[in-house]
């Protein structure tokens, strides 16, 4: 049962334009959405967060945007730089605040010079 | 500041063996959680730590199971190893207010079970 789900396994854009990943959740219990990144070797560095409660996050280039009636999330990265090539993990946290994260299976965003 | 340390970097084992897998927290973290992450898929919950008490646990077998020392630092004990243990293991930490939030990972054991 794949609560979170990133149905785009890789993306690819241009330096300079946008990159937008996207992310879809069952659960509407749901509260804490969270989006990291993950270089090869490395483990995934956190990246943004967005609470139920709000529908955008802004943190320099990186936005999230939250749709609950849909139960979609983006991540907008602008512009994108090839030091952002990296996987990308979408997260989410139940109600209970139980410290379980739910991740997707990742985007793979390849930024060409 | 030192962030979230693994060791070892990668491990080699047998099917049947068992392993030990550690894990120190970020500075001021009090809580630590362990995930298991197979090629090409996102990260799994195994069991998550507080207080050297297992707080909460995913849908892995009882052959997983861990411990936390009085320092934050923690362990994760595989046994009876199968092919499919073959994974990324990774340690994230954070402070128990904060744990249903942002966690910190460490870059990860990788474990390769032949």
């Known amino acids: 049962d794949q609560q979170v789900k990133q149905n785009s396994p890789s993306l690819s854009v241009q330096e300079g334009r946008i990159s937008i990943l996207n992310c879809d959740y069952t659960?509407?219990?749901?509260?804490?959405f969270l989006w990291y990144k993950k270089y090869p070797a490395e483990g995934p560095t956190f990246l943004i967060s967005?609470?139920?409660?709000?529908d955008k996050n802004e943190d320099g280039r990186f936005t999230v945007f939250l749709n609950k009636s849909a139960k979609h999330l983006s991540l907008h990265i602008v512009p994108s730089q090839p030091g952002d090539s990296a996987v990308y993990f979408c997260a989410a946290s139940p109600a209970s605040n139980t410290g379980k994260l739910i991740f997707g299976q990742g985007t793979t965003l390849q930024v060409k010079p | 500041d030192a962030g979230v340390t693994q060791s070892p970097t990668h491990l080699i084992k047998t099917r049947g063996q068992q392993v030990t897998l550690r894990c120190s927290p970020k500075?001021?973290?009090?809580?630590v959680s362990w995930y298991q992450q197979a090629l090409g898929q996102g990260p799994q919950f195994i069991f998550q730590y507080y207080e050297e008490e297992e707080r909460q646990r995913g849908n892995f077998p009882d052959r997983f199971s861990g411990h936390q020392f009085p320092n934050y630092s923690s362990e994760l004990n595989v046994n009876a190893l199968l092919l499919g243990d073959s994974a990324l293991y990774l340690c994230a930490s954070s402070p128990l207010a904060r744990q249903g939030y942002e966690q910190y990972f460490g870059p990860g054991t990788r474990l390769t079970v032949t």
């Open positions: 500075s001021g973290h009090d809580t």
């Open positions: 967005i609470s139920s409660i709000k």
């Open positions: 659960n509407s219990m749901f509260d804490y």
